[in-house]
C-alpha cells in the first residue's frame, strides 16, 4: 500500500509562522515556528486548512472546529485530545476536570503531559486547559501566545468562563513571540 503524501507549509498568523504537516487529509502536525513561509501548495485540502487558520485568526473561532487530525500518540493521550476539542472556543477547563471526564480523577498531571505532547496545537486546543484557579500554566509556544488565544477566542465569544485572572499572562498587544 503506498504511503499518504505529505504535504508541509506555514500560514502566517499574528502569533508568527503556524507550521503544518498533512498526511492522507489529516492535520498530523501544527506548530508554531520561527523561519521562512512556506505557501500551502496547489492541493485543495492544504488550501483549504490555510484558509480555516486564517480565518479562524480574524475572528471566526469555530473556524477550526471538525477539522481531521491524526496526531498520533497513546490511547490515554488520544483520550485527552478528543476531550480538548470538545472545549468551546472562548472556554476553559482545568487539568483537573479534564481528568475527572475522563474518569481518572486523580490524572490531572498526565493530562498535563498529553497537553504538553500534543502535535497538533491550536487545532487540538491544549491552549484552553488550564491550572486549578484558571491558572496559565505552560504551553508549549509560550503563555503569551497562550494568552493571546484565549483573549482572541473570548472576544469572539464574550468571555473565558471566568476562569483566568487578568494578571495570569500579557495582554493580547504584548508581543507573545
Partial sequence: ???????????????????????????????FR?????????????????????AYFEGEAGALDGLSVDG???????????????????KVRSYGELARALGRPGAARAVGGACARNPV??????????????????????VGRKRWLLDHEARGRGRIAGACS???GPSPSSSPR
Avoid: N
Fill in 1 to 31: 500500500m503506498r504511503e499518504p503524501q505529505e504535504l508541509r507549509f506555514t500560514v502566517d498568523t499574528p502569533l508568527g509562522p503556524l507550521a503544518l504537516v498533512m498526511r492522507g487529509g489529516k492535520v498530523s502536525r501544527a506548530a
Fill in 34 to 54: 520561527r523561519g521562512p513561509d512556506a505557501p500551502p501548495p496547489a492541493d485543495p485540502a492544504a488550501r483549504a486548512l490555510a484558509a480555516r487558520v486564517r
Fill in 121 to 142: 496545537a491550536l487545532l487540538v486546543p491544549c491552549h484552553r486547559a488550564v491550572g486549578t484557579g484558571g491558572a496559565l500554566t505552560g504551553y508549549a509556544f509560550g
Fill in 166 to 168: 487578568a494578571s495570569a
Fill in 72 to 90: 498520533g500518540g497513546t490511547p490515554f493521550q488520544r483520550a485527552v485530545w478528543r476531550e480538548l476539542r470538545r472545549i468551546p472556543p472562548g
